[in-house]
């Protein structure tokens, strides 16, 4: 059972970059997603999230507007695609899950919080700089 987090690179301020979570041994279909963030010398922080019903997303206030999460359950992945990037969003992106069950609250809701997700992934780095 694994959880890889990949994609990440090197881009220059105002590019593109999209970032993708994959699993291997296990489905996505009845897992929350969270997209976190660690850049060197602070804390890990949330950046957004996905609900197991996908309906369901959040994003941190200092990528609204620019990030973009998605997934595909049937090819098991889930996708941060992040837009306008800037300096500050340098930082070593991870993934994870959380398993919720169909037709529970946890289904239909995600996660800005670290603690509530008991998978994790290996992270990507992404460095945004000119």
């Known amino acids: 059972v694994q959880l890889q987090a990949s994609g990440g690179g090197s881009v220059q301020p105002g590019r593109s970059l999209r970032v993708s979570c994959t699993t291997t041994?296990?489905?996505?279909?009845?897992?929350?997603v969270g997209w976190f963030r660690q850049a060197p010398g602070k804390e890990r922080e949330g950046v957004s999230c996905?609900?197991?019903?996908?309906?369901?997303?959040w994003y941190a206030d200092s990528v609204k507007g620019r990030f973009t999460v998605s997934r595909d359950n049937a090819k098991n992945v889930v996708y941060l695609q992040m837009n306008s990037l800037r300096p500050e969003d340098t930082a070593v992106y991870y993934c994870?899950?959380?398993?919720?069950?169909?037709?529970?609250?946890?289904?239909?809701?995600?996660?800005?919080?670290?603690?509530?997700?008991?998978?994790w992934g290996r992270g990507t780095l992404v460095t945004v700089s000119s």
């Open positions: 041994g296990f489905s996505l279909d009845y897992y929350s």
């Open positions: 996905i609900s197991s019903s996908q309906d369901s997303t």
């Open positions: 994870a899950t959380k398993a919720t069950t169909r037709n529970t609250p946890d289904y239909y809701r995600c996660s800005p919080y670290g603690y509530e997700y008991d998978k």
